[in-house]
């Protein structure tokens, strides 16, 4: 900054000392003589000291309020009721594990996956309290064609190769201050667990590609009618599920397909009408925990094997029995711990090789997660499924079911870079010692941009006795996705 220093002002040659400084001698009208001489020559001439008359001032304040008022219109334009976002995503895999195949089986070593996929969500909104959302998503497998399609089953090919579904379409609405609606396709998550289900039923799951993809993007939309009604920090829900959806499980011929022939005819019930399934959920949020009780009326997502004609030659479908599940999830934080606890009864489950029985199961999950490292979350579960009133008819092929499934998952993850790089293990075992067959998933997601995110990372799987299990062994693979999200 700079300061200007007064600097001395000289006079004429021609002027006298005393004629310089004769003027510092007269006195200076005072502020108030000034206002009012001002005042006077206002009231005399109508014009004041910058010549100005009072139109004139008050000409200003009208031109003011004149620009004002043009320019509202453009301020008060409102938003558009209509949102569009969605993602264009490639993903690809290459197994790295198998070996030669034998004469008339599929060559399932290198290139397996190379599919580019784009998901639209469209949401728009009626008013304050009514919305409606529609979500899209296309897919096409390049592999197929890459590798000859003459390779692959029919049912691969049918069900890999491309896709073109309707996701979530819905629309969510106010009916009182305390009373909620949501009626269309739909994602309802119950439980607390992240990597185990057991009270969590209501949508089936893509299990097409087991442990490449967390549960949470592996639920499938089911069209239901949801009602929620409030009371102070309790909620309940009852669901009526129109549309009768079942798990997308692997399909003969495909490399994670355990047998070397095609499963029996497969009966599923028709949606809507009387088939409809119900739900209701009570839950309440308090202060560092949660709890939540459930009843389900649905049918098993996994089916059983029933005789339906004696023949020559018998024959033999693939059912799907109608279920009762009582459940139960809970939620405590203490401190950086987290604990989890699901139990669920499930009465109704029928066996191939005792006709006409009913059997239930009793499922309990118990989950520790530990934040206090930083930028570090680990967390183990484990759950045991135990089939009550177990004989070993149940044993027997094809039921081969076991007393106790048990089931755990370890979970680590940890952030570098600012929260932009996060490295994640997930490793799955089936049977105490891993017998039933295990996998572990290794991946690393990059935020290049907000926009833009690089996952990558290898799967290894280890065979076991359970059926899903048998011959998953040689399917270990590496994959890479990248995902632009706009």
């Given at each position: ?66 620009s ?12 558009s ?6 993602y ?9 594990a ?18 580019p ?29 890459i590798?000859?399609r ?12 491309k ?101 029996p005819l ?23 925990w ?12 996994l ?25 139960s ?31 239930s ?11 206090g ?45 600012n929260?932009?790089l ?18 572990q ?15 990558g ?30």
């Open positions: 900054m700079l300061f200007l220093m007064p600097t001395p002002s000289f006079a004429e040659d021609k002027a006298t000392l005393n004629e310089i400084i004769s003027g510092f001698d007269e006195e200076k009208p005072s502020d108030d003589a000034l206002d009012g001489l001002l005042k006077g020559f206002k009231e005399e001439t109508g014009v004041d000291e910058k010549g100005r008359t009072d139109d004139d001032i008050l000409k200003g304040f009208d031109d003011e309020s004149e004002t008022k043009s320019e509202s219109p453009e301020q008060e334009q409102k938003p009721i209509y949102s569009l976002d969605g264009i995503k490639l993903g690809a895999s290459y197994n790295i198998h070996d030669a195949p034998g004469p008339g089986k599929t060559d399932w070593r290198g290139l397996s996956r190379l599919r996929e784009m998901q639209l969500d469209l949401s728009t909104k009626f008013s304050k309290s009514w919305k409606a959302f529609v979500s899209g998503k296309g897919s096409y497998d390049f592999a197929y064609k590798r000859g003459d390779e692959f089953t029919e049912p691969v090919l049918d069900n890999y190769e896709e073109l579904e309707l996701r979530e379409a819905y629309v969510l609405g106010s009916l009182s201050d305390s009373l909620d609606i949501k009626a269309g396709r739909q994602i309802v998550v119950w439980g607390k667990s992240d990597n185990i289900r057991v009270t969590d039923i209501l949508n089936p799951l893509d299990m097409r590609e087991p442990g490449l993809t967390d549960i949470e993007d592996l639920r499938l939309p089911v069209t239901m009618t949801r009602l929620d009604y409030y009371i102070g920090k309790l909620s309940l829900s009852g669901i009526a599920l129109h549309e009768i959806r079942f798990n997308k499980n692997p399909e003969y011929g495909s490399d994670f397909y355990p047998a070397a022939t095609p499963l497969e009966d599923k019930p028709g949606s809507w009408g009387g088939n409809t399934e119900f739900a209701i959920a009570v839950s309440g949020v308090f202060s560092g949660d709890i939540a009780f459930y009843w389900a009326d649905i049918y098993n997502d089916p059983h094997t029933e005789l339906v004609s004696n023949g020559p030659p018998p024959q033999i479908e693939m059912k799907h029995a109608r279920l009762k599940m009582y459940g999830a809970f939620n405590m934080a203490m401190g950086n711990w987290l604990l989890k606890a699901e139990a669920a009864y499930f009465d109704g489950m029928k066996f191939f090789n005792e006709p006409g029985k009913t059997h199961r009793t499922d309990v999950l118990a989950g520790i997660e530990y934040s490292f930083k930028d570090t979350t680990i967390s183990l579960e484990a759950v045991n499924r135990h089939i009550n009133s177990f004989n070993d008819r149940l044993e027997r092929p094809p039921d081969k079911a076991n007393e106790d499934e048990f089931q755990s998952a370890l979970r680590i993850e940890k952030d570098f870079l929260d932009t996060t490295f994640t293990l997930l490793a799955s075992t089936f049977g105490l010692t891993g017998q039933d067959g295990t996998f998933r290794f991946s690393v997601e990059y935020d290049l941009t907000d926009s833009v995110k690089i996952t990372g290898a799967v290894l799987y280890q065979s076991g006795d359970l059926a899903r299990h048998k011959n998953i062994g040689d399917n270990d693979r590496i994959f890479v996705e990248i995902k632009y999200s706009f």
